[in-house]
């Protein structure tokens, strides 16, 4: 043969014509596009032969020769067929078994191919998204059928981060059939778990979903900084006010079921009678904060006021120091110094006003450090009055004292604005300084300029 390729390289046609041309070479294929079959099943897989003396034969992974369909043996049978070319002997399986999995054969006199059946029962997973309600302090276990064969490899993730209960055995358990057990639910557990399901024998995925709750007593934190007040006894949040003012005092909790809030007045140490006044105490529907709308109209309002969040799993409470603080003076100037067509930026300059340098805040309640400003900016309608009311409300923060630009978006293009800013501390806000109208741009002209030169490097580029 070999001799043969090197002379079909260098004389071309004269091995063809060679007279004494043994008989065609015997070939033996079985032709299947997959072994790896699921549970149930019917299957033919056909082996195909040519230039055979010998008949063809399938084998079972027993080595036993499997017969031709009778009464006796319809599940497992042979067919025979004769095509121009040669034989098709196609092995045939009705509803295939786990225990049909293992190393078929098909054989000819001494010629034979094996071929491994994978036989598999893929992970069907009924309710692949479920809720669960766990309590504060107990445990609780999300399962996660996963029955299937192979045996599945099983990974539990946490928003998105995988759970290795090895590291935490305090907190996880993963049991041997894959049930995922937290330990001592508290707040934090509350979250989405996704147990996620593997057979890579069966190239096979699926996944199921838990989405956790935990019931657990109101846990009180600071709205502003997001923080949540750590664990001690009684705490307590210094606030300032401005007489003559109005401030509204946040108090908020992350509580399973939504908690019920009240607030006292305290004297001497000792609650007062509850404050339920609905236009003083104004508690969002959801039950994520309750605020206090205190009017401060003389000194005697300043004080402690106390807030407590409860529902069926328990009670926090947090007391508000609210102290007199100063009225933040309102800024020297406000100049625009660029527009464009969604956003509109000022300088903004206060020279009375105090900064914190770095991370020292002034707490002096006569001379508070200014946090940032508040811009409004109302539609011009000539021939109206300003609508405040309507006007785009903007919170900036001052970060550094040193960059005095603020720009705000997103607006409309080409529109006049009335534009007022003020200063904010954490006692209240300024007076307003009202300043120049300002007006965005309307560059579609240069906008499609733009575009057309883009649409022409694109058709530069295809031709
Ligand atoms: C099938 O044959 C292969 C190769 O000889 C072997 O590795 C495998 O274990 C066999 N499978 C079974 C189920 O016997
Ligand atoms: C297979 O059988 C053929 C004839 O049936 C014989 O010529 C050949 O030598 C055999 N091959 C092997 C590897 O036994
Ligand atoms: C799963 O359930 C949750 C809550 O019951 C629902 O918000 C979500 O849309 C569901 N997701 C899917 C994919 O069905
Ligand atoms: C508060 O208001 C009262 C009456 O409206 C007024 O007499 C008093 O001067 C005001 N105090 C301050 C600090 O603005
Ligand atoms: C205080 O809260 C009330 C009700 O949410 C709101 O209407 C009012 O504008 C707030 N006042 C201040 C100064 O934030
Ligand atoms: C407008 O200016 C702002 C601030 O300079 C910038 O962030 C924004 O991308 C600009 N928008 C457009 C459409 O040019
Ligand atoms: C902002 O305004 C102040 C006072 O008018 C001026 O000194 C400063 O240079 C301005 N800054 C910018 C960036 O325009
Ligand atoms: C406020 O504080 C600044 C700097 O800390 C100081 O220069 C200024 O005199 C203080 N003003 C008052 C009224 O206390
Ligand atoms: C300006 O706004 C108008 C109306 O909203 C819109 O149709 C137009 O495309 C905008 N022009 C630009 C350049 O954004």
């Known amino acids: 043969m070999r001799w043969c390729l090197t002379a079909v390289l260098f004389l071309g046609l004269v091995c063809s014509v060679r007279p004494d041309e043994e008989l065609p070479e015997p070939t033996l294929r079985i032709m299947a ?37 009778s009464t006796k043996n319809s599940r497992v049978f042979v067919e025979r067929k004769t095509e121009d070319d040669g034989v098709l002997v196609p092995l045939i399986i009705h509803r295939i078994k786990i225990s049909d999995g293992g190393n078929w054969t098909c054989k000819a006199g001494n010629l034979s191919e094996t071929k491994e059946f994978i036989v598999g029962e893929k992970v069907n997973i009924a309710d692949k998204n479920v809720t669960l309600e766990g309590e504060e302090g107990k445990s609780v276990k ?41 330990k001592k639910l508290n707040h934090a557990d509350v979250g989405l778990y996704v147990c996620k399901v593997r057979q890579k024998a069966l190239s096979h ?13 109101p846990i009180l934190y600071n709205i502003d900084t997001q923080m949540i007040y750590t664990n001690q006894k009684y705490k307590t949040e210094e606030v300032y006010a401005i007489l003559n003012d109005t ?42 904060n309750s605020v206090l709308i205190l009017r401060i109209r003389e000194e005697s309002d300043y004080g402690e006021y106390r807030c407590s969040a ?52 002034s707490l002096d309640p006569k001379n508070l450090t200014v946090i940032g400003y508040i811009f ?86 295809l031709y």
Do not use: M
């Open 33 to 69: 596009r997959s072994t790896v079959y699921n549970v149930g099943e019917t299957k033919a897989i056909f082996c195909k032969g040519q230039n055979l003396i010998e008949p063809i034969q399938w084998l079972s992974p027993s080595g036993k020769v499997v017969e031709e369909r």
């Open 310 to 361: 409860s529902n069926t799993k328990g009670s926090e409470s947090i007391i508000f120091h609210i102290n007199p603080g100063s009225r933040p003076e309102p800024p020297d100037s406000v100049s625009l110094v660029g527009a464009n067509t969604t956003d509109l930026t000022f300088n903004v300059t206060c020279s009375t006003c105090i900064f914190a340098t770095g991370d020292e805040v």
């Open 205 to 217: 995925y699926t996944e199921k979903t838990v989405h956790l709750s935990v019931q657990h007593k």
């Open 247 to 288: 401030k509204n005092v946040t108090c908020s909790a992350i509580a399973n079921p939504p908690p019920t809030y009240r607030w006292y007045r305290r004297n001497n140490g000792f609650d007062g009678d509850p404050i339920s006044d609905p236009d003083t105490v104004i508690t969002s529907e959801d039950g994520t």
């Open 376 to 461: 409004q900016l109302a539609v011009a309608k000539e021939g109206y009055p300003v609508d405040w009311d309507g006007a785009a409300e903007y919170r900036l923060d001052v970060e550094d004292p040193e960059n005095t630009l603020f720009t705000v978006g997103s607006l409309s293009n080409s529109t006049v604005y009335h534009v007022r800013v003020r200063t904010r501390n954490a006692a209240g806000n300024s007076e307003w300084l009202e300043t120049a109208d300002a007006k965005t741009t309307d560059d579609a002209i240069r906008l499609t300029a733009a575009f057309t030169l883009i649409i022409a490097a694109i058709l530069v580029h």
């Open 142 to 182: 999300l399962t996660c059928e996963a029955n299937g064969y192979p045996l599945p490899v099983v990974v539990w993730y946490k928003d998105k981060q995988q759970i290795r209960d090895k590291d935490e055995p305090k907190k996880y358990s993963i049991k041997q059939d894959n049930t995922l057990e937290i």
